[in-house]
């Protein structure tokens, strides 16, 4: 073990010390080994440098994208997540005693001259000080570029508003949303009218109120406005999402926003509706994957062909798409990302989305561009979202404000909101008011659980039953066409959707592998599955990780189905294949070997995290006994938006909805600093 409380001084010391850290947990293996490269490659680098540089990559892994010097300064266990009992364990060990009398110009001035951090003398050093924050570089040189790009369709959108005539604009308004309103804002108008008016545009808003469906709007006037120009040219414009299971959803709900468009009755309205896109693809598909590597086969070198570029479910996108996605685009397409805000962030480094949004709810416009949308049509803006000075991101972000899917005043919406807000208190009155589609349970291994724990199990069977008897019922026959079993398969995938156990951790007993392990036991006693082996009809599973040969993405879900095919000799016979719902089609399916599925999980329970971009008629979110780091006020609102009708809480302590709800995620990034000049 490393010496009690104190800093080493030799690079042997302070990889023993990194080894510590991880037996206990508290970094990957990874982090440390970093840390020796840099040893071995810079042996003059000091201590202190090497240490900071393992927490640097430990950052990264939790999906920061830079290391906050001054926050590690003043709470060195919280930065690195540190959390109960973990933090009260080798107490000599624990990174307060290791750093403390650094304050954040200590530890800057310690980094200033290492070999292993960019400066005059090591340029290309895989380190960069930016100060207070500290970067890998291949992070700090993305987010940079992100920021150009974004300030770059800021300016250029300047002109793009200068050259849109407002009257046209608010014919197609009048058109899509009938008259303008005289009273309240009609936020949907007021983002369709920002985004026609610029080159990037910003759409978030929580689960239902909207953002589809004014997408949709949006396309039609930018088509309409095309059109009726000079050259009448229609745009080139593509759809996407992280996923293929949010591409999928957008698919289903944005060919009905086609459909339902409120259009002028002659040839241009006709026009306009076949010209709006109906097919979305996944973000991955679309920039051109190439197996084995993070690069794309469209770049800055070879562009896609767009003019208008849709981002769906943006707050899953990370940091290296965003950039990657930014530079495969031309400079004059229009890029618009729509997403909520609040939900978890990505998985990966960065939380794009949440920075550009971070006055979203405020709105901070300019008296000008609410004199603009006045004449646009779209109306007046509330006095209180009008900001001196406004700076220019602000004017192309728009917060969508009223839930369609389930009413504010709802039991959903109010704990959402609640939970949003930060209010533990009403978030407990809320779940135990008796309010309709809320539920309760106290879930736990001891006696005092157990009653709790079959009311869980029982609401699984019920909940995946329905699927499970959809996949029975609907069945197509021995000899059914290709046609036939795919309209079975979407049966049986929508179906699913009725019902989700969501959890907060991977491992331990309310962990997602127990989970499953669990819930598994309890429908095959209900004669609901019969397991042989690994594969059986009706498994529902979650693809793990990026396969480009198959072309599923991670967090596509499939279900096992036992299709009739017939032999070279003309004979039928049942073969056991996973169904995927293809991304780019509303009722397509993909059909895939299970032997070919190296990297999928079992799902009758999923991490939240791998919910994003799904709806559940009912979710079901299990908090486990111990808080942990992962359990944040983001993590419950996304589970609890996933859900359309009914959402049941399971805590298998007292106490775990509060903790959670106290504490929030704060990823570490400069890129809202470099778009608002800090």
């Not at 985004?195 to 396309?219: S, Y």
């Not at 996605?325 to 890029?335: D, I």
Request: aromatic letters at 4%; hydrophobic letters at 50%.
């Amino acid at each position: 073990m490393s010496a009690a409380g104190a800093l080493p001084q030799d690079r042997d010391g302070i990889l023993a010390l990194l080894a510590d850290w991880v037996a206990a947990g508290w970094l990957r293996s990874l982090d440390r080994a970093f840390a020796a490269f840099l040893a071995r490659e810079a042996p003059a680098t000091e201590p202190l440098p090497l240490l900071l540089a393992a927490i640097a990559s430990q950052h990264q892994g939790r999906g920061h994208v830079c290391l906050d010097l001054e926050a590690l300064a003043e709470d060195p266990d919280a930065t690195l997540g540190l959390a109960p009992p973990v933090a009260e364990v080798a107490e000599p060990l624990r990174p307060a005693a290791c750093l403390g009398g650094h304050d954040a110009g200590a530890l800057a001035a310690a980094l200033g001259g290492a070999p292993v951090v960019a400066g005059s003398d090591h340029p290309t050093a895989p380190l960069v000080l930016e100060p207070p924050r500290l970067y890998l570089r291949r992070y700090r040189d993305a987010e940079a570029r992100v920021a150009e790009g974004i300030a770059a369709r800021l300016a250029t959108g300047r002109a793009r508003r200068a050259a849109v005539d407002p009257a046209a604009l608010a014919r197609w308004l009048e058109w899509l949303f009938g008259s303008p309103p005289t009273a309240a804002t009609d936020w949907q108008r007021v983002a369709c009218a920002l985004v026609a008016g610029g080159d990037f545009g910003v759409i978030t808003g929580g689960p239902g109120t909207g953002k589809t469906t004014t997408v949709v709007r949006l396309l039609a006037i930018l088509q309409g406005l095309a059109l009726e120009a000079p050259e009448g040219r229609a745009l080139r414009i593509a759809l996407a999402a992280p996923t293929g299971k949010a591409a999928a959803r957008l698919n289903r709900s944005v060919a009905g926003a086609v459909a339902a468009l409120a259009l002028p009755g002659d040839a241009l309205g006709a026009a306009v509706r076949d010209a709006v896109p109906t097919r979305v693809t996944t973000l991955h598909r679309l920039l051109g994957s190439q197996p084995g590597s993070r690069r794309f086969r469209h770049d800055a070198r070879h562009p896609l062909a767009l003019d208008v570029l849709v981002v769906d479910e943006a707050s899953m996108v990370d940091l290296e798409l965003m950039d990657a996605t930014l530079a495969a685009l031309p400079a004059q397409a229009r890029l618009v990302l729509l997403g909520d805000r609040d939900q978890l962030a990505s998985v990966e480094a960065g939380a794009v989305l949440g920075e550009l949004c971070a006055r979203a709810r405020a709105g901070a416009y300019s008296r000008e561009t609410a004199d603009w949308l006045v004449a646009a049509g779209a109306g007046h803006l509330p006095p209180q979202t009008l900001a001196a000075p406004a700076q220019a991101l602000d004017q192309q972000v728009v917060m969508l404000r009223h839930s369609h899917r389930f009413p504010a005043e709802g039991g959903i919406g109010r704990l959402a909101a609640a939970v949003n807000a930060g209010d533990a208190a009403g978030a407990e009155a809320v779940l135990d008011s008796g309010a309709e589609g809320l539920a309760r349970l106290r879930v736990a291994d001891g006696a005092d659980g157990m009653a709790g724990l079959e009311s869980l199990a029982t609401d699984a069977v019920a909940g995946y039953g329905q699927y499970l008897a959809r996949l029975r019922a609907a069945d197509p026959g021995d000899t059914a066409t290709p046609d036939a079993c795919d309209a079975w398969a979407h049966e049986v995938l929508r179906a699913h959707a009725g019902f989700q156990l969501l959890a907060a951790l991977r491992a331990g007993p309310w962990g997602v592998e127990a989970l499953n392990v669990r819930i598994a036991g309890a429908l095959e006693a209900a004669g609901a599955i019969a397991p042989r082996g690994v594969w059986y009809e009706g498994r529902p599973v979650m693809v793990t990780r990026n396969d480009y040969g198959l072309g599923l993405m991670n967090g596509d879900l499939g279900i096992a189905l036992r299709r009739p095919e017939q032999d070279e000799a003309g004979h039928w016979r049942r073969v056991l294949r996973v169904a995927f719902p293809a991304a780019d089609s509303e009722r397509g399916v993909r059909w895939v070997l299970p032997s070919r599925l190296d990297a999928v999980d079992t799902v009758f329970a999923m991490t939240v995290h791998k919910a994003q971009g799904s709806e559940f008629r009912h979710a079901c979110l299990v908090l486990p006994e111990r808080t942990a780091p992962v359990l944040t006020r983001e993590l419950v609102y996304t589970a609890i938006t996933r859900a359309a009708e009914r959402f049941t809480l399971a805590e298998a302590a007292p106490g775990g909805l509060r903790a959670a709800i106290g504490r929030s995620v704060r990823r570490c990034s400069g890129l809202e600093a470099r778009l608002r000049g800090g």
